[in-house]
Nanobody, 125 residues
Framework: QVQLVESGGGLVQAGGSLRLSCAAS????????MGWFRQAPGKEREFVAA???????NYADSVKGRFTISRDNAKNTVYLQMNSLKPEDTAVYYC???????????????????WGQGTQVTVSS
């Protein structure tokens, strides 16, 4: 069982930056692929970024060049650095964990076993 707790959300002006953190419980964090998803009101949950246990990363086209996912296995934490934020980035952001996850399943919510409660990010224009 893995518990995930996100933090770092808030209100920021367009062009600003935020760093989200997701702290995981358990001693096997390094074996999990980690993902960030977001969900805006009235929309489906969508993939943002993922990082495998080996450190390989993938990003949605909409955030490439602006967001960076990273992990610190010593701290059981995954991060999402968000720069050049846009109003369309406004959503609840969720982190997720997938044991030994890899490949295209990391791009889909159904590919993950555990989810955090989410943190709100609001970007004002």
């Amino acid at each position: 069982q893995v518990q995930l707790v996100e933090s770092g959300g808030g209100l920021v002006q367009a062009g600003g930056s935020l760093r989200l953190s997701c702290a995981a419980s358990g001693r096997t964090f390094s074996t999990y692929a980690m993902g960030w998803f977001r969900q805006a009101p009235g929309k489906e949950r969508e993939f943002v970024a993922a990082i495998t246990s080996g450190g390989s990363t993938n990003y949605a086209d909409s955030v490439k060049g602006r967001f960076t996912i990273s992990r610190d296995n010593a701290k059981n934490t995954v991060y999402l650095q968000m720069n050049s934020l846009k109003p369309e980035d406004t959503a609840v952001y969720y982190c997720a964990a997938d044991y030994l996850g890899y490949g295209s399943r990391l791009f889909r919510p159904t590919g993950y076993d555990y989810w955090g409660q989410g943190t709100q990010v609001t970007v004002s224009s």
